[in-house]
């Protein structure tokens, strides 16, 4: 393998992990926190990438379509978890499960009939187009850009999480949440906050991925899988799990489609097994 | 609560049998009047965006028959193939066994396919499937079993000759190639129609079909320097592909080429920068110029405000031939259906057809288009123009692993 196709090959990594780990620590966290398998979560990422589509080619524009993206499907997050999940807190989670599943079935119906069920391409804006020569390969702009500004979010998450009072409630929660209702802090708030969170970055990660790989209404249920991967690989509520858990899967993914392709997709499977076998509680998770 | 005794148990159960031998004939009579037509479609899994556009092609077939044929009522009926073969082989299975199935068309997958064939060939019920594998009118063939879509090995003579006269000089081609039966085939063949031309083929990846992340894939194309980047994939696969290759800047500078494509169900995903310089083999274009097409075409436009693509023209193309088999024959028995198609020689949806006695195989136009920039468009479905259409070279004897079709 050459310099320029092994550079190539990491960089599509890099940028494939950064929006893996995005929605890799929003589930993290609501499983991790809420005990919830999300199965919601594919379709939230898609609902984001069809809300930055229509604010793009509406009078809001792409950037403010990124943020819309992530304010719409955080909110939507939100009114699932206060209006439905909340309600079966008290049942066995099997129906959690069920619940979310039925909506994710329902959220890509609906998708459908808001969008159509054609799948769309759409380019990325001007000032990204196109793409730069980095001497050793040559790289779409927008790749680039979607890496360096999804780096940022996970960062802010990070800081999020570790450094501030609200975060530490989280970490708690996670680590018992019993615990933290009897200290007398509204663990339920810390439940919607977190699920409308968790939300808010799969949507965002959806809508960063629009100009790459367009829109399709499956486009939800085809990432779920990796979403997965990248929470048990790194750990359950593990929020430096997902991130690596994220990058792992992406490069790998990357350097086995130019070693060996159509090994690239059980190559991701295949670390989660390893991962399993090595570390069954998550790189970086501690349960 | 008064005791049955045995005397009494065992009369009115003869009895019973006898009422229900009496009325079995007339119920087996009257469902025998009905022709049962099944539509293996795939509304779910990798292929659901066109599931409901197969379904779409086929009741308009049937209903320009007013649903009816030789005099008989037509039921159509159709399954999920889900693209499984367990799935489909099962639901097929259940059609003829519970609904009285005699007609199969389906599904989309050549992998799926094969094993419906067997189904086919084993319940000795009509079977009609269009698409890239070699194998229905080859290895697999049989008595019940027909092929629609032209034969990979025309197909791929007809992409490679007819871009190359268009691009003498695109020596080096990279392959995207589907990790299944159609696949398999058309790679083949196009590198068997590639010799000609001495065709260095630089690079060839098979993917699994459904694969999402086509980065990495086109990153490894780039670096080979093509002058062709040929899809030999299927589905969203090839649409996921074409975007990549823009976005790294391989296309439109270099030429996309799809070997084995669907005209406009791909066409409406791409906006028109994405159309640029890209050529596709197809079977079925709304723009075909024979008198069933054209008629179709602004029929199907007219009912559904959308011109129609290869799926529902596929469907639409083999239940027009099954229809009129069924005519010709004068009955609706699957045995005396096969042998009135078996070397008919007819008019239909691709223009002139002849279908292969010996294989099964239905001999017609596959037809190469080259997409239009968008200042070339007259109007939005206006995608692209037919460069050629051709039913040569056919595939020689050599090639084809159909030795024996069997008898009926």
Known sequence: ?287 | MAQVTRREFLKSTAAASVLAASVGPHVASAQGKEIVMLGIWPFTGPFADVGPLLDRGMRFAIEEWGSKVIGRPIKYISRDSETKAGAATRRVEEAIDSEGATFVIGPWSSGVALAVTEVAKRRKVFYYFSGGTEEIAGKRCHRYGFNWAASPYTAMHVVMDKFMEANPSAKKWYLFVSDYAFGWSVEKYLRLAGQKYNIDFVGADRAVLGTREWSGFVGKAAAAKPDVLCLLNAGQDVILSIREAHNFGLAPKVPVVIGWGVGTEDFVQLDAKTRENLWVGTNAYYTVNTPVAKKYAEDYQKKFGVPPGYAPSAAYGMTRLVLRGIEKAKSAEPADVAKALEGWETEDWPGRVWINPKTHQTVRDYFFIRCKKSDQMKHAHDYADIVASSSQPLMPDEFNECKDIGSL
């Open chain 1, 1 to 287: 393998m050459n310099v320029a196709l092994l550079a190539g090959a990491v960089l599509n990594g890099l940028v494939t992990g950064m929006i893996y780990a995005l929605i890799g620590i929003g589930l993290s966290l609501i499983l991790g926190l809420l005990n919830i398998p999300n199965f919601a979560h594919g379709v939230l990422y898609a609902l984001g990438a069809y809300v930055l589509f229509s604010a793009a080619v509406g009078p809001v524009g792409f950037w403010g379509g990124l943020l819309l993206a992530l304010v719409a499907v955080a909110a939507l997050g939100g009114a699932i978890e206060y209006l439905a999940v909340r309600r079966l807190y008290r049942v066995h989670p099997d129906y959690i499960l069920l619940l979310t599943f039925g909506l994710s079935l329902i959220m890509t119906e609906a998708i459908i009939l808001v969008w159509g069920p054609v799948g769309i391409t759409f380019q990325p804006p001007v000032l990204l187009a196109g793409g730069v020569d980095l001497g050793v390969t040559f790289y779409p702009k927008y790749r680039l850009a979607v890496m360096v500004v999804a780096a940022a979010v996970v960062l802010a998450c990070w800081l999020f999480i570790e450094k501030t009072k609200y975060g530490a409630i989280i970490r708690a929660g996670i680590e018992d949440r019993d615990m933290v209702s009897v200290l007398g802090i509204n663990v339920r708030r810390v439940f919607t906050v977190t699920f409308a969170a968790g939300a808010g970055l799969a949507g965002l990660g959806g809508a960063f991925m629009v100009p790459v790989r367009g829109l399709i209404p499956t486009m939800g249920i085809d990432i779920l899988p990796f979403a997965f991967v990248v929470v048990v690989l790194g750990g359950l509520g593990s929020l430096p799990g997902a991130i690596l858990g994220g990058l792992l899967v992406g490069v790998v993914q990357s350097l086995m489609t130019a070693i060996w392709a159509p090994g690239a997709d059980f190559s991701v499977f295949a670390l989660m097994a390893l991962g399993l076998l090595a570390r069954p509680q998550g790189l970086l998770g501690q349960r």
